[in-house]
């Protein structure tokens, strides 16, 4: 217990230094989901294929999209089903 004890007296942290010291996504991570409305036609498909009910299109006249990010469970599916490829995920949170 000794040994211990001083091994983590004088070892580092077992932490980062968060807002200095960042930490790279683990590859294959999916992130959060990125939409480029501009490009967007506005068709649902997204919006049948999500299986948490997380997305949400307007259609005519006044042609919105709009996304739950705590409903959503970043499978991905909205993206693959995509007819433009508008709809992306980006490894990154938060930024």
């Known amino acids: 217990m000794i040994k211990r004890v001083f091994s983590n007296l004088f070892g ?9 010291t960042r930490r790279e996504p683990f590859a294959g991570s999916r992130g ?8 967007c036609i ?6 049948r294929r999500c299986p948490a009910d997380a997305i949400v299109v307007g259609k005519k006249p006044d042609k919105s999209w709009a996304f739950d ?3 959503c469970i970043v499978c991905g599916y909205c993206v693959e089903v ?10 990154k949170h938060g930024d």
Do not use: E, H, W
Request: aromatic fraction near 12%; proline fraction near 11%; hydrophobic fraction near 30%.
């Open 42 to 47: 506005f068709c649902g498909q997204c919006q």
């Open 69 to 71: 990010r705590y409903r």
């Open 12 to 20: 580092s942290p077992a932490t980062r230094l968060y807002p200095f």
């Open 82 to 91: 995509c007819p433009v490829k508008c709809l992306s995920m980006d490894p």
């Open 32 to 39: 959060q989901l990125k939409n480029d409305i501009a490009k």
